[in-house]
């Protein structure tokens, strides 16, 4: 597969081959070269508050338990029994002093250690060496602002390195407010026969789609009015290393579209602070029509306060978990018109959500077509606009109609699958991966 994947995507011409949404050989070397190797997303602080708090989630397609230590730290290890790999848990969430596996009782303690076995006597002196045989930990876990991630690969950068300035575009959610962040109301799941990347690249940069695909559900929460009309002058695209984030900066689309009046009047009232605290170019973009990613697999709204991670589920299905995302210090009044708006809006049968699977899942299943799928597609909007803006982070283009933020993150996905080892990536993530130059896309200059 190295250095093949050329034929599949051309960014200077701007265009995608469709196998990469369908292709099995592909997906196995995704989850090789791209979820094995990157940090991923696995739980928010508010999730594991307290010692023996545990989740379970996934890292690509392997199993994992996050559990809060008596210290304070967060252990992230696989959920596999080493006797013959059953799941060790099978609750979502929950407190826990051990995790017993059903088939032949070996026990392990909240940090992975095993602690014992059902009828030990039954292995004689030598046969076993219990501190050898714990459930097996992630290479590295790391926080930032209240996100846990986790990653497999030992030669991995810091997760500091991994978000670089993207970091600047996360504290528009993160960190708008003294106190940071929670997630509430539990975790909703939701199974798509999609891709996964379809998800991903719609809210990295596709604010195309919304006053089209959503223009009803714009009408339903906004008084019967559209979509709030894109000024291409004054919103963008911004790219770091593959994350991507999509804005406007009039400060209000997102939060319109949220349907709750009192959410805007709280707002309005912290908005000073907000400036205070991020900056006045920031508290314009807050509360603004936007949607990102984090590379490789988590997205977010900060207006509409949805936070998700899509898990891949194979190369034509994903699972789909998301969360409320809210201020700490917000009011409970004010998060429950939050909780309301997200569930009216991004939940299950949110006005918006129900329009987007139906897309993916077409998407995905017409991409599979023995003749459809030799044919290209077209990702070449707003290819001439890039631009240098004196404030802004990453490799950023006008209008926020535009292709360029999904052009990069598939960019990073095809230097990740070509390259032999993380130390290989191209010169442009040199700040992160103190790499080599082995290729390079002309029209996307380096970072
Ligand atoms: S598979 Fe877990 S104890 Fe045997
Ligand atoms: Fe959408």
């Known amino acids: 597969m190295?250095?093949?994947?050329?034929?599949?995507?051309?960014?200077?011409?701007?265009?995608?081959?469709?196998?990469?949404?369908?292709?099995?050989?592909?997906?196995?070397q995704e989850l090789e070269q791209v979820f094995a190797r990157s940090w991923l997303f696995v739980a928010h602080d508010s999730q594991i508050p307290n010692p023996g708090d545990f989740l379970t989630t996934y890292m690509g397609m392997d199993g994992v338990i996050v559990t809060r230590q008596k210290d304070g730290s967060v252990k992230v290890f696989l959920n596999s029994c080493p006797h013959r790999g059953n799941r060790v848990c099978f609750a979502d969430a929950g407190n826990a002093r051990r995790f017993a596996c059903n088939y032949h009782g070996w026990s392990f303690d909240i940090a992975g250690s095993l602690q014992g076995m059902h009828e030990e006597y039954c292995y004689d002196p030598g046969d076993i060496d219990k501190s050898k045989w714990?459930?097996?930990?992630?290479?590295?876990?790391?926080?930032?602002?209240?996100?846990?991630?986790?990653?497999?690969?030992?030669?991995?950068?810091?997760?500091?390195?991994?978000?670089?300035?993207?970091?600047?575009?996360?504290?528009?959610?993160?960190?708008?407010?003294?106190?940071?962040?929670?997630?509430?109301?539990?975790?909703?799941?939701?199974?798509?026969?999609?891709?996964?990347?379809?998800?991903?690249?719609?809210?990295?940069?596709?604010?195309?789609?919304?006053?089209?695909?959503?223009?009803?559900?714009?009408?339903?929460?906004?008084?019967?009015?559209?979509?709030?009309?894109?000024?291409?002058?004054?919103?963008?695209?911004?790219?770091?290393?593959?994350?991507?984030?999509?804005?406007?900066?009039?400060?209000?689309?997102?939060?319109?579209?949220?349907?709750?009046?009192?959410?805007?009047?709280?707002?309005?009232?912290?908005?000073?602070?907000?400036?205070?605290?991020?900056?006045?170019?920031?508290?314009?973009?807050?509360?603004?029509?936007?949607?990102?990613?984090?590379?490789?697999?988590?997205?977010?709204?900060?207006?509409?306060?949805?936070?998700?991670?899509?898990?891949?589920?194979?190369?034509?299905?994903?699972?789909?978990?998301?969360?409320?995302?809210?201020?700490?210090?917000?009011?409970?009044?004010?998060?429950?018109?939050?909780?309301?708006?997200?569930?009216?809006?991004?939940?299950?049968?949110?006005?918006?959500?129900?329009?987007?699977?139906?897309?993916?899942?077409?998407?995905t299943t017409v991409n599979r077509g023995v003749v459809t799928r030799k044919e290209k597609l077209h990702y070449r909007c707003g290819i001439d606009r890039r631009i240098d803006h004196p404030q802004l982070p990453g490799v950023v283009y006008r209008g926020q109609y535009n292709d360029a933020n999904q052009r990069l993150f598939y960019q990073r996905w095809a230097d990740m699958m070509n390259a032999p080892a993380l130390s290989d990536m191209p010169e442009r993530y040199k700040s992160v991966f103190g790499g080599r130059e082995t290729r390079d896309y002309p029209g996307i200059n380096a970072l």
């Open 134 to 363: 714990g459930l097996k930990h992630v290479a590295k876990v790391g926080n930032y602002k209240g996100l846990n991630f986790a990653t497999f690969d030992p030669d991995a950068p810091s997760l500091e390195e991994w978000l670089g300035d993207f970091r600047w575009y996360l504290d528009l959610i993160l960190d708008n407010e003294e106190g940071g962040t929670e997630f509430i109301g539990g975790c909703i799941k939701s199974e798509i026969s999609a891709n996964w990347k379809f998800g991903v690249e719609n809210f990295i940069g596709d604010a195309y789609h919304a006053g089209y695909t959503h223009d009803s559900g714009a009408r339903a929460m906004n008084d019967g009015n559209p979509f709030p009309p894109i000024d291409m002058e004054s919103s963008y695209h911004a790219s770091v290393n593959g994350h991507g984030y999509e804005f406007g900066t009039e400060g209000v689309g997102d939060l319109i579209l949220l349907g709750r009046p009192k959410v805007i009047e709280y707002y309005d009232k912290i908005r000073p602070k907000i400036a205070e605290r991020l900056g006045e170019l920031r508290s314009k973009i807050f509360g603004s029509v936007a949607s990102a990613s984090i590379f490789p697999n988590v997205s977010f709204l900060p207006g509409i306060s949805t936070f998700r991670q899509w898990h891949p589920k194979g190369p034509w299905n994903f699972e789909l978990k998301t969360w409320v995302i809210v201020n700490k210090a917000m009011p409970d009044d004010i998060k429950e018109e939050i909780t309301k708006g997200v569930m009216q809006t991004f939940g299950p049968g949110g006005a918006f959500e129900m329009d987007d699977g139906e897309n993916w899942e077409n998407c």
């Open 2 to 28: 190295n250095n093949e994947l050329d034929k599949f995507i051309n960014l200077e011409e701007g265009w995608i081959d469709r196998r990469i949404f369908s292709d099995e050989e592909i997906f196995r």
